[in-house]
């Protein structure tokens, strides 16, 4: 059984689109995570939910919007689609918020043409 | 703001021990995660020092000193699937998200 899913695993789109990625945990966790990783593998958290509460909110353009309908579920809306949003997305989750120990969903990759 | 600071990139062969390290610079520390993220991948969790001292799992191995902010992660019998990029993360008190390094991949060869 597959504890943190993301669809689409692949994603390629023109430049202007709006795309969304969804997220669902089946481990009963709290929070989820929504990361971008760069071509350089940097790993950067972009926001974070708690039981459906939004607690963290990183300097990220307001073009991406979170959204999670319970707390089994994060997706993430991009809208306006830029060439800098070509990366690796991961969602994650941790039993409680600032957990040690995320587990990673298998990433979507996003590629903006 | 916080810093952590890795290698890049580490060589080793294959029955060998290797060590990852890991220097940081943040407010408010609790605690030192590793992850493990093979090429294609997801990050996945290996280890995490919140005291000092050597944390032992298995082949890995993790060691915290909060005094001179420094960690590393230690790999022995090296095997091929080892290699990978190794990321440490921080723990924050007061956050509720982990800041990761830039990580070090790691080559096994034979």
New interface residues.
Partial sequence: DTAVSQTPKYLVTQMGNDKSIKCEQNLGHD?M?WYKQDS??????MF?Y?NKEL??NETVPNRFSPKSPDKAHLNLHINSLELGDSAVY?C?SSPL??G????????TRLTVL | GQSLEQPSEVTAVEGAIVQINCTYQTSGF??L?WYQ?HDG?????LS?N?LDGLEETGRFSSFLSRSDSYGYLLLQELQMKDSA?Y?C?V?QTG??????G??TRLTVIP
Avoid: D, H
């Avoid at chain 2, 991948?41 to 969790?45: L, V």
């Avoid at chain 2, 956050?95 to 990761?100: E, R, S």
């Fill in positions: 929070t995570y350089k593998k940097f790993l950067k958290i974070s708690n607690i963290i991961f994650a918020a600032g040690n120990e995320q587990f990673f969903g298998p990433g | 609790y605690g995660s993220q991948g997801a990050p996945t969790f995490y919140a990029s990321f993360a723990l956050a509720n998200n982990l800041f990761f830039t990580g």
